[in-house]
């Protein structure tokens, strides 16, 4: 299994940005593909982004294509997400997710950190 920890979440006001990260620790890093997922209030988890084992491939929602970038650091066993131009519509805890295969379904998704909030104020 692989433990993920989320953090760089936090409070900004629309059109600023801000990076999240995801430290992984336990099985090796590279061995997942990962994904970043948010849960607004009385909301379902929805998918934002996508990232292969090998970086090569990158998926992203439609809400936050051309604003978020998804990235990762084996070296360093990190996931990022580089959110920018955020909106209200943004706000969310935001959980990292490790799996076998790139997927865009939070059930697909083995392994989840404990989230970080996300909060951009208008």
């Known amino acids: 299994q692989v433990q993920l920890v989320e953090s760089g979440g936090g409070l900004v006001q629309a059109g600023g940005s801000l990076r999240l990260s995801c430290t992984a620790s336990g099985r090796t890093f590279s061995s997942y593909a990962m994904g970043w997922f948010r849960q607004a209030p009385d909301k379902e988890r929805e998918f934002v982004a996508a990232?292969?084992?090998?970086?090569?491939?990158?998926y992203y929602a439609d809400s936050v294509k051309g604003r978020f970038t998804i990235a990762r650091d084996n070296a360093k066993n990190t996931l990022y997400l580089q959110m920018n131009s955020l909106k209200p519509e943004d706000t969310a805890s935001y959980y990292c997710?490790?799996?076998?295969?790139?997927?865009?379904?939070?059930?697909?998704?083995?392994?989840w950190g404990q989230g970080t909030q996300v909060t951009v104020s208008s």
């Open positions: 997710a490790a799996g076998g295969t790139v997927r865009a379904i939070p059930t697909e998704y083995r392994y």
């Open positions: 990232i292969s084992r090998s970086g090569r491939q990158t």
